[in-house]
T-cell receptor, first 114, second 112 residues
Framework: DTGVSQDPRHKITKRGQNVTFRCDPISEHNRLYWYRQTLGQGPEFLTYFQNEAQLEKSRLLSDRFSAERPKGSFSTLEIQRTEQGDSAMYLC????????????FGQGTRLTVV | GDSVTQMEGPVTLSEEAFLTINCTYTATGYPSLFWYVQYPGEGLQLLLKATKADDKGSNKGFEATYRKETTSFHLEKGSVQVSDSAVYFCALKRNSWGKLQFGAGTQVVVTP
């Protein structure tokens, strides 16, 4: 296994369009996280899954955002009616269900809304 | 709420210089503390961690000590190399399932 994989790496979209990103975690990692990182800032937590259950969502995740993790494997993050303020790097991370284990991050999907 | 504050960059150093990046935190309870590094064009990687007060995390010549009395977790390296040029993020985790709270990051530039 080569780590957390995210697709696409880059996405340019017009304002108002919908976009979907995919994250494939490390095999057998049952915890999966989405973060958003804007230029010059650290990543901000968006949401967390344990297996297929979405257990926490940040208030940063507006109604236009939805995340799923069917069957507890890969996850998707959809943004509807994109706005310029959605332009950011979207990071996915996974970790096994053990205390004090690190989260492994993917390389991210860079979204640019024009 | 929880927060992490780290020194602003960029920090520019010559090779073999001593590096310190300050990090302080605000959190209830006893969080675990982390330093992540992001090399150009790559994803975030865990550099080191400490899970309780007075623990020292170390890796690749970097060290950081969890100081509860000063709520700090400063990163140090005695002799930096050009390959240490990266953005360094301090982070805390307050609960076992691992939501991370990051600082804004500090860019380090090491020149030959």
């Amino acid at each position: 296994d080569t780590g957390v994989s995210q697709d696409p790496r880059h996405k340019i979209t017009k304002r108002g369009q919908n976009v979907t990103f995919r994250c494939d975690p490390i095999s057998e990692h049952n915890r999966l996280y989405w973060y958003r990182q804007t230029l010059g800032q650290g990543p901000e937590f968006l949401t967390y899954f344990q297996n297929e259950a979405q257990l926490e969502k940040s208030r940063l995740l507006s109604d236009r955002f939805s995340a799923e993790r069917p069957k507890g494997s890969f996850s998707t993050l959809e943004i509807q009616r994109t706005e310029q303020g959605d332009s950011a790097m979207y990071l996915c991370a996974s970790s096994p269900r053990l205390e004090d284990t690190e989260a492994f991050f993917g390389q991210g999907t860079r979204l640019t809304v024009v | 709420g929880d927060s992490v504050t780290q020194m602003e960059g960029p920090v520019t150093l010559s090779e073999e210089a001593f590096l310190t990046i300050n990090c302080t935190y605000t959190a209830t309870g006893y969080p675990s503390l982390f330093w992540y590094v992001q090399y150009p064009g790559e994803g975030l990687q865990l550099l080191l961690k400490a899970t309780k007060a007075d623990d020292k995390g170390s890796n690749k010549g970097f060290e950081a000590t969890y100081r509860k009395e000063t709520t700090s977790f400063h990163l140090e390296k005695g002799s930096v190399q050009v390959s240490d040029s990266a953005v360094y993020f301090c982070a805390l985790k307050r609960n076992s399932w691992g939501k991370l709270q990051f600082g804004a990051g500090t860019q380090v530039v090491v020149t030959p």
